[in-house]
């Protein structure tokens, strides 16, 4: 595909953003969002990008963006994603949060909460949460990754193994129409796995951009999660598994 001026121009803002949307184009450009559109699909077709909803994401498949491109990409869906979902956390309660930017958003809208107990395999929360007074924080060893200040590995999962806690809050970087969570590390897979069977409760915190994209390692299924936020509605027939196993969907 010969791409013109204005498509090569999209095509490396996504590549340095990670994603781009089509009112924003629109505006940058000075073009109609009907224009946006047409190149977006070309470009689609071509394989260069994924489109989403309101939008569109670099193709990945088998390897992640890299963290400072994750952490830009659909900021404002991030925000009221977990602004939603630490509305659903109460006081004097303790919680496990894994690795991700949406929730890193989420400790950022749990500096406000009182007397919690905070157990994470993620620097970058930890780091958050300590301008919360009222905040215990319980940080989990093992392999730390110094792209994205994750820690992994058995280590992480025997130090996780020894709670049992009231709610957990877990990302995934991509979400299938079967209903399975996917990722692309096994061995943060093995850690989330781990937290799943340590909580009485399990929030899923994603934006709708993932519905559009591939991981090669299953963490889980929807239907293991208490509730999804997220912020567009599901396809159907995703919506009705989620109805069918009882999992509630909250969309911002």
Not at 158 to 180: C, M, P, R, T
Request: net charge negative; hydrophobic share 45%; glycine share 6%.
């Amino acid at each position: 595909m010969t791409l013109n001026v204005r498509q090569s121009k999209i095509l490396e803002r996504a590549r340095d953003a990670g994603s781009v949307a089509v009112e924003d184009l629109a505006d940058q450009f000075t073009v109609s969002v009907q224009t946006i559109r047409r190149d977006l699909s070309e470009l689609a077709e071509a394989g260069l990008i994924e489109r989403v909803h309101g939008g569109a994401v670099i193709r990945t498949g088998v390897t992640n963006f890299a963290y400072e491109a994750r952490r830009r990409m659909n900021e404002a869906a991030k925000a009221a994603i977990a602004k939603a979902c630490a509305r659903t956390i109460p006081d004097n309660c303790s919680i496990i949060l894994n690795l991700g930017t949406t929730t890193e958003a989420v400790a950022r809208e749990l500096l406000g909460h009182h007397n919690i107990t905070v157990v994470t395999n993620n620097i970058n929360v930890a780091n958050i949460l300590l301008a919360n007074d009222s905040c215990d924080i319980m940080v989990a060893g093992g392999n730390l990754r110094r792209v994205d200040g994750g820690l992994v590995g058995d280590l992480t999962a025997d130090f996780i193994n020894q709670f049992k806690v009231d709610y957990a809050v877990i990302g995934a970087s991509a979400l299938d129409e079967e209903g399975d969570l996917l990722d692309f590390d096994l061995a943060e897979v093995r850690v989330s796995r781990m937290i799943l069977r340590r909580a009485r409760k399990v929030f899923l915190v994603t934006d709708a951009s993932k519905l559009a994209r591939s991981a090669p390692v299953r963490l889980a299924s929807l239907s293991e999660i208490d509730t999804l936020f997220i912020d567009a509605a599901l396809p159907e027939a995703l919506r009705e598994r989620c109805a069918q196993w009882d999992t509630k969907v909250h969309v911002v």
